[in-house]
T-cell receptor, first 114, second 118 residues
Framework: EDQVTQSPEALRLQEGESSSLNCSYT??????LFWYRQDPGKGPEFLFT???AGEEKEKERLKATLTKKESFLHITAPKPEDSATYLC???????????????FGKGTHLIIQP | GAVVSQHPSWVICKSGTSVKIECRSL??????MFWYRQFPKQSLMLMAT?????????EQGVEKDKFLINHASLTLSTLTVTSAHPEDSSFYIC??????????????FGPGTRLTVL
Protein backbone atom coordinates (compact mmCIF):
# COMPACT_ATOMS: atom_id res chain seq x y z
CA GLU A 1 0.00 0.00 0.00
CA ASP A 2 1.32 3.43 -0.96
CA GLN A 3 2.00 5.79 1.93
CA VAL A 4 2.85 9.47 2.11
CA THR A 5 3.90 11.24 5.31
CA GLN A 6 4.38 14.98 5.45
CA SER A 7 6.15 16.99 8.13
CA PRO A 8 5.76 19.22 9.91
CA GLU A 9 1.97 19.29 10.17
CA ALA A 10 2.09 23.05 10.65
CA LEU A 11 4.79 25.67 10.23
CA ARG A 12 4.73 29.33 11.10
CA LEU A 13 7.45 31.53 9.58
CA GLN A 14 8.25 35.21 9.48
CA GLU A 15 8.17 36.86 6.08
CA GLY A 16 11.53 36.29 4.43
CA GLU A 17 12.42 33.30 6.62
CA SER A 18 13.31 30.38 4.34
CA SER A 19 12.49 26.78 5.25
CA SER A 20 11.75 23.31 3.86
CA LEU A 21 8.76 20.99 3.95
CA ASN A 22 9.30 17.24 3.95
CA CYS A 23 7.41 14.46 2.19
CA SER A 24 8.42 10.86 2.87
CA TYR A 25 6.88 8.21 0.68
CA THR A 26 6.60 4.46 0.25
CA UNK A 27 5.48 3.16 -3.12
CA UNK A 28 6.17 -0.08 -4.98
CA UNK A 29 6.90 1.79 -8.20
CA UNK A 30 6.99 5.56 -8.51
CA UNK A 31 5.24 6.94 -11.56
CA UNK A 32 5.40 10.48 -10.26
CA LEU A 33 5.50 12.62 -7.13
CA PHE A 34 3.34 15.72 -7.11
CA TRP A 35 3.19 18.89 -5.06
CA TYR A 36 0.01 20.89 -4.79
CA ARG A 37 -1.02 24.02 -2.93
CA GLN A 38 -4.48 24.15 -1.35
CA ASP A 39 -6.15 27.28 -0.02
CA PRO A 40 -9.05 26.94 2.46
CA GLY A 41 -12.27 25.80 0.80
CA LYS A 42 -10.65 25.35 -2.61
CA GLY A 43 -9.30 22.55 -4.73
CA PRO A 44 -5.58 21.79 -4.95
CA GLU A 45 -3.52 23.92 -7.32
CA PHE A 46 -0.78 22.09 -9.22
CA LEU A 47 2.80 23.09 -8.48
CA PHE A 48 5.30 20.41 -9.56
CA THR A 49 5.70 16.87 -10.89
CA UNK A 50 8.91 14.98 -10.16
CA UNK A 51 9.68 11.64 -11.77
CA UNK A 52 13.10 10.42 -10.69
CA ALA A 53 15.63 10.80 -7.90
CA GLY A 54 17.87 13.80 -8.35
CA GLU A 55 15.27 15.80 -10.23
CA GLU A 56 14.64 19.40 -9.20
CA LYS A 57 12.03 21.93 -10.29
CA GLU A 58 11.59 25.60 -9.45
CA LYS A 59 8.79 28.10 -9.61
CA GLU A 60 9.20 31.57 -8.17
CA ARG A 61 10.07 31.12 -4.47
CA LEU A 62 9.48 27.35 -4.49
CA LYS A 63 11.88 24.56 -5.33
CA ALA A 64 11.03 20.86 -5.19
CA THR A 65 13.60 18.09 -4.98
CA LEU A 66 13.30 14.30 -5.03
CA THR A 67 15.26 11.37 -3.60
CA LYS A 68 14.37 7.69 -3.59
CA LYS A 69 12.57 8.03 -0.27
CA GLU A 70 11.52 11.62 0.14
CA SER A 71 10.86 14.96 -1.46
CA PHE A 72 11.47 18.44 -0.14
CA LEU A 73 9.67 21.64 -0.96
CA HIS A 74 12.02 24.51 -0.27
CA ILE A 75 10.52 27.95 0.13
CA THR A 76 12.90 30.89 -0.16
CA ALA A 77 12.12 34.31 1.32
CA PRO A 78 8.39 33.55 1.64
CA LYS A 79 5.69 36.18 1.52
CA PRO A 80 2.32 36.20 3.33
CA GLU A 81 0.60 35.15 0.10
CA ASP A 82 2.51 31.87 0.25
CA SER A 83 0.39 30.89 3.26
CA ALA A 84 -1.54 27.72 2.37
CA THR A 85 -1.59 23.99 2.91
CA TYR A 86 1.00 22.21 0.76
CA LEU A 87 0.09 18.69 -0.28
CA CYS A 88 2.40 15.96 -1.50
CA UNK A 89 1.05 13.00 -3.48
CA UNK A 90 2.41 9.94 -5.27
CA UNK A 91 1.18 7.91 -8.21
CA UNK A 92 2.08 4.25 -8.58
CA UNK A 93 3.31 2.73 -11.80
CA UNK A 94 0.85 -0.13 -11.33
CA UNK A 95 -2.51 0.69 -12.79
CA UNK A 96 -3.72 -2.64 -14.11
CA UNK A 97 -7.45 -3.09 -13.68
CA UNK A 98 -7.86 -0.65 -10.85
CA UNK A 99 -8.10 2.95 -9.85
CA UNK A 100 -5.14 5.02 -10.84
CA UNK A 101 -5.39 8.05 -8.65
CA UNK A 102 -3.07 9.84 -6.29
CA UNK A 103 -2.22 8.96 -2.70
CA PHE A 104 -1.98 12.16 -0.71
CA GLY A 105 -0.23 13.08 2.50
CA LYS A 106 -2.09 15.08 5.13
CA GLY A 107 -0.31 18.26 4.14
CA THR A 108 1.74 20.96 5.82
CA HIS A 109 -0.21 24.03 6.91
CA LEU A 110 2.14 26.94 6.27
CA ILE A 111 1.58 30.39 7.76
CA ILE A 112 3.81 33.31 6.77
CA GLN A 113 3.56 36.24 9.13
CA PRO A 114 4.27 39.79 7.88
CA GLY B 1 -4.55 26.26 -19.47
CA ALA B 2 -5.67 23.05 -17.66
CA VAL B 3 -8.78 24.49 -16.05
CA VAL B 4 -11.30 22.22 -14.35
CA SER B 5 -14.68 23.46 -13.15
CA GLN B 6 -17.23 21.95 -10.78
CA HIS B 7 -20.89 22.71 -10.30
CA PRO B 8 -22.37 23.44 -7.89
CA SER B 9 -19.74 24.91 -5.58
CA TRP B 10 -21.92 24.11 -2.59
CA VAL B 11 -25.20 22.32 -1.96
CA ILE B 12 -27.41 21.70 1.03
CA CYS B 13 -29.94 18.88 0.83
CA LYS B 14 -32.27 16.88 3.03
CA SER B 15 -31.44 13.36 4.12
CA GLY B 16 -32.67 10.78 1.63
CA THR B 17 -32.42 12.97 -1.46
CA SER B 18 -29.95 12.64 -4.33
CA VAL B 19 -27.41 15.22 -5.41
CA LYS B 20 -25.55 15.47 -8.73
CA ILE B 21 -22.15 17.15 -9.04
CA GLU B 22 -20.65 18.00 -12.42
CA CYS B 23 -16.96 18.14 -13.29
CA ARG B 24 -15.81 19.68 -16.56
CA SER B 25 -12.40 20.12 -18.16
CA LEU B 26 -12.69 23.50 -19.87
CA UNK B 27 -9.65 23.71 -22.13
CA UNK B 28 -8.52 20.12 -22.63
CA UNK B 29 -9.91 16.66 -23.22
CA UNK B 30 -9.70 14.23 -20.34
CA UNK B 31 -9.64 10.51 -20.93
CA UNK B 32 -9.68 9.98 -17.20
CA MET B 33 -11.28 11.90 -14.36
CA PHE B 34 -11.03 11.17 -10.66
CA TRP B 35 -13.30 11.84 -7.71
CA TYR B 36 -11.89 12.55 -4.27
CA ARG B 37 -13.45 13.30 -0.90
CA GLN B 38 -11.94 15.48 1.80
CA PHE B 39 -13.19 15.61 5.39
CA PRO B 40 -12.28 18.58 7.63
CA LYS B 41 -8.58 18.72 8.44
CA GLN B 42 -7.99 15.50 6.50
CA SER B 43 -6.30 14.95 3.20
CA LEU B 44 -7.90 13.98 -0.08
CA MET B 45 -9.05 10.37 -0.39
CA LEU B 46 -9.60 8.83 -3.82
CA MET B 47 -13.13 7.52 -4.27
CA ALA B 48 -13.16 6.39 -7.89
CA THR B 49 -11.61 6.65 -11.31
CA UNK B 50 -13.85 7.59 -14.20
CA UNK B 51 -12.94 6.64 -17.77
CA UNK B 52 -14.82 8.04 -20.75
CA UNK B 53 -17.17 5.49 -22.22
CA UNK B 54 -16.62 2.81 -19.59
CA UNK B 55 -17.63 1.94 -16.06
CA UNK B 56 -15.96 3.71 -13.18
CA UNK B 57 -13.48 1.91 -10.94
CA UNK B 58 -14.15 2.37 -7.24
CA GLU B 59 -11.74 2.30 -4.32
CA GLN B 60 -12.24 -0.34 -1.66
CA GLY B 61 -14.94 0.70 0.77
CA VAL B 62 -16.71 3.10 -1.60
CA GLU B 63 -20.26 2.00 -2.39
CA LYS B 64 -20.87 1.84 -6.13
CA ASP B 65 -24.65 2.06 -5.76
CA LYS B 66 -24.44 5.10 -3.55
CA PHE B 67 -21.92 7.11 -5.54
CA LEU B 68 -22.92 6.87 -9.20
CA ILE B 69 -20.35 8.10 -11.69
CA ASN B 70 -20.94 8.83 -15.34
CA HIS B 71 -18.23 9.97 -17.75
CA ALA B 72 -20.36 10.92 -20.71
CA SER B 73 -17.76 12.76 -22.78
CA LEU B 74 -14.09 13.69 -22.84
CA THR B 75 -14.88 16.88 -20.93
CA LEU B 76 -17.63 15.90 -18.48
CA SER B 77 -17.96 13.53 -15.54
CA THR B 78 -20.77 13.51 -13.00
CA LEU B 79 -21.00 12.16 -9.47
CA THR B 80 -24.45 11.46 -8.06
CA VAL B 81 -24.75 10.89 -4.33
CA THR B 82 -27.91 8.81 -3.96
CA SER B 83 -30.03 8.77 -0.83
CA ALA B 84 -27.64 11.13 0.89
CA HIS B 85 -27.22 10.99 4.68
CA PRO B 86 -25.50 13.36 7.10
CA GLU B 87 -22.35 11.19 7.11
CA ASP B 88 -21.98 11.92 3.36
CA SER B 89 -21.43 15.59 4.15
CA SER B 90 -17.97 16.41 2.86
CA PHE B 91 -15.93 18.34 0.32
CA TYR B 92 -16.01 16.52 -3.03
CA ILE B 93 -13.24 17.36 -5.48
CA CYS B 94 -12.74 16.09 -9.01
CA UNK B 95 -9.58 16.03 -11.06
CA UNK B 96 -8.89 15.49 -14.73
CA UNK B 97 -5.90 14.09 -16.55
CA UNK B 98 -5.23 15.35 -20.09
CA UNK B 99 -5.73 12.85 -22.86
CA UNK B 100 -2.80 10.51 -23.50
CA UNK B 101 -0.39 11.84 -26.07
CA UNK B 102 -0.40 15.20 -24.39
CA UNK B 103 -0.33 13.88 -20.84
CA UNK B 104 2.21 14.87 -18.25
CA UNK B 105 0.73 12.38 -15.77
CA UNK B 106 -0.54 15.40 -13.91
CA UNK B 107 -4.04 15.70 -12.53
CA UNK B 108 -5.65 19.12 -12.48
CA PHE B 109 -8.22 19.69 -9.79
CA GLY B 110 -11.55 21.44 -9.74
CA PRO B 111 -12.50 23.96 -7.05
CA GLY B 112 -14.54 21.41 -5.10
CA THR B 113 -18.18 21.04 -4.04
CA ARG B 114 -19.20 21.39 -0.41
CA LEU B 115 -22.08 19.00 0.33
CA THR B 116 -24.07 19.38 3.52
CA VAL B 117 -26.80 16.84 4.24
CA LEU B 118 -29.31 17.84 6.90
Amino acid sequence: EDQVTQSPEALRLQEGESSSLNCSYTVSGLRGLFWYRQDPGKGPEFLFTLYSAGEEKEKERLKATLTKKESFLHITAPKPEDSATYLCAVRNTYSGGGADGLTFGKGTHLIIQP
Amino acid sequence: GAVVSQHPSWVICKSGTSVKIECRSLDFQATTMFWYRQFPKQSLMLMATSNEGSKATYEQGVEKDKFLINHASLTLSTLTVTSAHPEDSSFYICSAEPRRGTSTDTQYFGPGTRLTVL
